[in-house]
């Protein structure tokens, strides 16, 4: 009797082990499915190089993580990305998965570097915003994935921002921004993961925006205002 109980334990134990492994085998699976079709569909969509160093996804806790993205810099700009971030985590609820539209209840983005660069025809990000907009209304569409997400906190973490006024060319003003929080990133009913990439993306680039036509005008002003100065004094010295 009690040989038979305790073989009872070892299967069950045995049981338990094969379950965890599953899931672990899982996870492993579904962070590798998200590094695979960021880089694709990103590269794609952004017709830059988009890269993930790694990704993984819990099916215990309902946690993605994913560690140093980087967006490559559309061509004929000054640095080599246009975005990078060293982490990103989202907290999602794995009961919503079973409905329409899937809840992520918390999300954070820590060490995020942007390169804001002007040119005559406008700037890096919105380039690659309208890139991302113009595939997945286009060719992309069929990416765009038959889910939905409501994103109900977002925060950034440390945003840097390299901002390169068309008139240095080339040479950066850095700005730092330590925080930002948004709310209710799609509606009610959810909206598919390219709406929120974009509405991230875009609610970003107005940050940046903001910061710059602020602290950034007042540093370029003392900039120019200052090297006004050396060319008079170079010219005074030369004259003489």
Request: proline share 2%.
């Amino acid at each position: 009797m009690k040989k038979r109980f305790n073989q009872k334990y070892i299967y069950a134990a045995i049981a338990v082990a094969i379950f965890l492994s599953a899931i672990l085998i899982s996870s492993y699976t579904l962070g590798e499915l998200v590094v695979v079709e960021t880089e694709w569909i990103g590269s794609n969509a952004t017709k830059t190089s988009v890269r993930l160093s790694s990704a993984s996804f819990s099916l215990l806790t309902g946690e993605l993580k994913v560690s140093h993205l980087t967006v490559g810099n559309p061509r004929g700009y000054y640095a080599h990305n246009a975005v990078r971030a060293k982490k990103i985590y989202a907290n999602t609820r794995l009961t919503s998965f079973l409905r329409d539209a899937r809840v992520v209840d918390k999300m954070i983005i820590s060490g995020v570097v942007l390169y804001y660069e002007e040119s005559k025809h406008g700037n890096n990000l919105e380039l690659l915003r309208d890139r991302l907009h113009a595939y997945f209304n286009g060719s992309g569409g069929k990416h765009k994935g038959k889910h939905k997400y409501l994103i109900k906190d977002v925060t950034i973490d440390g945003l840097t921002v390299h901002w390169a006024p068309q008139i240095l060319g080339g040479k950066f003003i850095t700005l730092e921004i330590p925080h930002l929080h948004y709310a209710a990133l799609g509606s009610g009913a959810g909206v598919p993961v390219d709406v929120i990439v974009q509405d991230v993306l875009n609610r970003v680039i107005q940050s940046a925006a903001g910061k710059i036509a602020g602290d950034g005008q007042k540093i370029l002003g003392t900039m120019t205002k200052e090297g006004g100065k050396a060319i008079e004094t170079l010219e005074h010295l030369f004259h003489h």
